[in-house]
């Protein structure tokens, strides 16, 4: 059977994005201060799944650089995630981890669980993405409260909201790290959103995060369809509002605080990501949360491989780098939206 034109076109955006993922992974592992050819990357992972001999290229490939490139992958993916849900929930373009303090209220849930926890690794495994999830979680209803008028949520109050409780968190984060000034050159610098030193153990932990995060989006995509005509009509075509709001919020903070938890603070990537992919798609969320997944994944990857290389052997923490592409990116759709009002 032939399938439809609207599926074999799904099949094939979704292909090309995995493939220019795939790429853009060998690339990322490939470059770097010790240059290794894209053979060597693929012949150091064939002797990982093989069990042959490990060269010392195989070492950077296998211990160094693939565990830190499927993290920016995961990161990218997550926070992909999450901007695609914010923006359908609330019906606003803007909408973003970062711009909605979310990802503020993770790094503040963080930093305490750092600081409550003391150097114990398995405490930290364990506790810097529960602490992270609640300061996520709880910014979030404390942004969707303040942005409330009568029951309705006014997206510009929703932004304004966002980023006043994103500066207070910060400060607060801030405050936290003057009293325990030994923390706080460590923390500064994963605050300012970084991939450094990271291991196969980060990515698992996003990786389970990251998947149970996703369980609700894939299957609910037509409910965020509908989401996106207002929540009186949506009700009226038979989504439960209020309890599905709840779950897509906890996914995306869930997703959100896997992310800083591994990585601290990248911004715009929930901005970027999505908005690009439905330019160019359309708003079905039954292709656009795929493809934002998979976009997101490149354009971190990209972003980490471009702060590794462009000031080398000086690395640039990643999260500048999405903060110089993001802010005027941010600039551009709020001039947009202002010219077709």
């Not at 606003?92 to 690794?121: E, F, H, K, Q, W």
């Not at 309705?152 to 929703?158: A, E, I």
């Amino acid at each position: 059977m032939t399938p439809a034109p609207g599926r074999s076109r799904t099949v094939l955006v979704l292909a090309g994005l995995a493939a220019a993922l795939v790429l853009a992974i060998i690339a990322g592992v490939a470059f770097g201060a010790v240059p290794i050819s894209p053979g060597e990357v693929v012949g150091a992972i064939a002797h990982a799944l093989g069990g042959g001999e490990r060269t010392l290229s195989d070492a950077v490939v296998l211990d160094l650089r693939l565990p830190r490139v499927l993290l920016a992958a995961l990161v990218g993916a997550a926070l992909a995630l999450a901007g695609v849900l914010y923006q359908a929930l609330f019906r606003n373009p803007l909408a973003d981890p970062y711009i909605l303090g979310v990802s503020s209220g993770a790094g503040l849930g963080a930093t305490v669980a750092m600081m409550a926890l003391g150097t114990s690794y398995m405490m930290r495994a364990i506790g810097v993405p529960l602490g992270a999830f609640a300061g996520a979680g709880l910014t979030m209803l404390l942004v969707v409260r303040l942005a409330s008028r009568r029951g309705r949520l006014d997206p510009t109050s929703l932004l304004l909201a966002g980023m006043a409780v994103s500066y207070i968190l910060s400060a607060l984060t801030s405050f936290l790290l003057v009293l325990d000034r030994e923390q706080m050159s460590g923390v500064v610098f994963w605050m300012m959103g970084g991939l450094q030193n990271r291991s196969w153990e980060h990515v698992a932990s996003l990786g389970v995060m990251f998947a149970i995060g996703s369980i609700a989006p894939a299957l609910y995509h037509r409910e965020l369809d509908l989401m996106l005509l207002g929540d009186e009509r949506a009700g009226q075509l038979g989504v439960p509002v209020e309890r599905f709001k709840t779950l897509a919020l906890a996914s995306a903070s869930l997703v959100v605080a896997g992310a800083v938890s591994v990585s601290g603070l990248i911004g715009f990537i929930g901005l970027m990501t999505p908005h690009m992919v439905r330019l160019a798609l359309g708003p079905r969320h039954r292709l656009l949360l795929p493809a934002s997944v998979l976009a997101g994944a490149i354009v971190l990857v990209v972003a980490d491989l471009f702060a590794r290389v462009v000031l080398a052997p000086v690395e640039i923490p990643v999260g500048i780098v999405t903060a110089l592409a993001g802010g005027p990116f941010f600039l551009w759709i709020l001039l947009r939206k202002e010219r077709t009002r």
